[in-house]
């Protein structure tokens, strides 16, 4: 197992690889050379995949699931660096999508890495900051239902009937829940969503329907 990384070393090595992106991340670098960044970011990744394959193929566990949450630390720093590109070319929507992508992604890493060093870093409440300082106060919608089937994403059984538990890490892969059938029941206006993605797109300002984030006037379908 000569070509495998030990974990101390893979720590080390994205240690430098996730400094070098986050000096990027700032709103005031060129958009050029951010995208430059994510590129970097993604060749890095494929190369964690890889090496998340051979531990798997070796039965070390906590290896893979570690090289999983480098690489999910990694893709929520692409996000970020995305947003800001976003909010520079003025695709506000975008921007604030990416932002809840770094979000959700970071947190699968708050929640599973066996590292603390490398959950513990603060960044979850960078990326909260991001949302209280860029952009508005919004309102979300949040869906109600009763789940009829459903399956594990790990075993492909019944999630009801088997022992993985959504959110969680199995040998480098996140069970998820597979949703396939459901009765929806309500929809309800909240201020704290389960899905930030889920937003309300307009309002009402000075008499006009305007687009939430800029507030700029959204013109009625049938106007030219």
Not at 57 to 67: F, I, P, Q
Not at 113 to 130: F, Q
């Amino acid at each position: 197992m000569k070509d495998i990384l030990s974990p101390n070393l893979l720590i080390s090595e994205f240690n430098k690889i996730a400094s070098i992106a986050q000096k990027k991340a700032f709103i005031t670098i060129a958009s050029e050379i951010q995208k430059e960044e994510i590129e970097t970011l993604e060749t890095y990744r494929n190369n964690l995949l890889e090496l998340k394959r051979k531990y798997i193929e070796h039965g070390l566990s906590d290896e893979a699931n570690l090289a999983f949450c480098l690489d999910l630390s990694l893709q929520s720093v692409q996000y970020e660096l995305q947003m800001l590109i976003n909010i520079k070319e003025d695709d506000m929507s975008e921007a604030w999508s990416n932002l809840v992508k770094a979000q959700v992604t970071y947190g699968s890493v708050v929640r599973n890495c066996p590292y603390e060093s490398i959950s513990a870093n603060g960044y979850i409440t960078r990326l909260e900051w991001y949302e209280k300082l860029l952009f508005p106060e919004m309102m979300f919608a949040s869906v109600g239902g009763i789940v009829k089937k459903s399956h594990c994403s790990i075993c492909n059984e019944s999630y009801n009937k088997c022992n993985h538990i959504k959110g969680k890490l199995y040998n480098g892969e996140i069970c998820t829940r597979v949703i396939t059938e459901m009765e929806l029941e309500e929809v309800s206006l909240v201020d704290v969503p389960a899905n930030k993605q889920c937003r309300v797109l307009t309002t009402t300002y000075n008499g006009k329907t305007v687009d939430s984030l800029t507030l700029r006037e959204v013109k009625k379908t049938n106007e030219k």
